[in-house]
């Protein structure tokens, strides 16, 4: 279960979802709704909840992701990581060229080329020598589309981060701090959490950090 770190917002709304399907898109209608300035201002205060984050505080290998769709954004949180500490370094996942469905994660600096995958999303080259594996990792933080109190998440439906993650069943001494990102109006009264979610550390938005019980 999640337990709630921060006060209440009051755009919070409770939406019985009928199937997952209508729920992801009724999400993404609001969330891609937003103005600019409200994307702005909500990335800014997700910043400042993720630095308040325990679950950050000594990581110092963290894989973020380039917001699309509408989707909050780490960028100001990796600007502040940086300027507090030189030994914070950030990684993007890439598609794994070989493992379909499964992710590898790159470094990811200033002035660094990426290109668009088969989902229009940029990202570094596939390269073996500079990838970090998923369990080499500090942190990792991914966007939700919605989330309820219970741990239960809700993505676009893909299954590459549950897929894989899936060692940290197994093996959770190995498991890096896995950490929802969304707006806070994304957190829906309830959702079925399937066998294979992986389950979350935290979910962090921008008026909010969840912690998970």
Excluded at 101 to 121: C, H, M, Q
Aim: aromatic share 10%.
């Amino acid at each position: 279960m999640l337990s709630q770190t921060t006060d209440s917002h009051p755009s919070e709304f409770d939406l019985p979802p009928s199937s997952r399907n209508a729920l992801r898109k009724h999400l993404r209608q609001l969330r891609c709704a937003l103005s600019a300035r409200d994307q702005e201002q909500a990335s800014a205060s997700l910043a400042l909840n993720l630095l308040k984050n325990p679950d950050l505080y000594r990581a110092k290998h963290i894989a973020i992701y380039l917001p699309n769709d509408g989707e909050i954004d780490p960028h100001p949180y990796m600007a502040m990581a940086r300027a507090r500490s030189k030994e914070v370094h950030f990684y993007l996942p890439v598609l794994h060229p070989i493992h379909p469905g499964r992710l590898v994660f790159s470094p990811y600096y200033d002035g660094i080329e990426l290109t668009a995958n088969r989902f229009g999303i940029p990202e570094p080259a596939f390269s073996k020598g500079l990838r970090r594996p998923a369990w080499a990792l500090d942190a990792v933080m991914f966007p939700l589309v919605g989330f309820d109190a219970n741990g239960g998440r809700l993505g676009m439906g893909g299954g590459f981060y549950d897929r894989t993650f899936a060692f940290t069943r197994l093996r959770p001494r190995l498991a890096p701090k896995l950490i929802g990102l969304a707006h806070n109006f994304q957190k829906v009264d309830k959702l079925p959490i399937e066998p294979w979610d992986v389950p979350l550390h935290s979910v962090v938005t921008d008026s909010q950090v969840y912690r998970v019980k």
